[in-house]
């Protein structure tokens, strides 16, 4: 079993999306019972709340629906627990290398942002769209999707390794 972990700030705009997005990739590809998908915050302020009620609109104007989802923070654990901890931007990924170390870790760090398995946008990250409006919401979906592409194609590529 391949484990994905998507992570931003309040596990309640971007992260979310990319897990169901993510979700419903792997299910169209036959590989759910093969992928895990999870989605975490580096903060905790939202824990156990559901996605922002923007991002569940955009997602399900696209036919993804996170709404059973429910915030959680990431942990120390997770690093050894999932294949991929992929980082939404730069400031998460920082956060992210410092829960790394500071938990007495060395070697690996956090793998990557998850924008590494973009293909048709110049963006190398995804922008927190919480303070904007709608169209910010459509575009953390677009550069998920295309995202998510690419790291499916990755994970297909060490599952026929």
Known sequence: MIRVLFVCLGNICRSP???GVMLGLLESEGLSDRVFVDSAGTAGWHIGKKPDPRSQQAALARGVDISDQRARQVSAEDFET??????????NLEDLKALYVSNGRQGAEPKLFLR??????DEHEVPDPYYGGEAGFRHVLDLVEDACDGLLADIRQKMDA
């Open 116 to 121: 590494a398995f973009g293909r048709s946008y």
């Open 82 to 91: 999932f294949d991929y901890v992929l980082a939404m931007d730069r400031s």
């Open 17 to 19: 999306t990319a897990h």
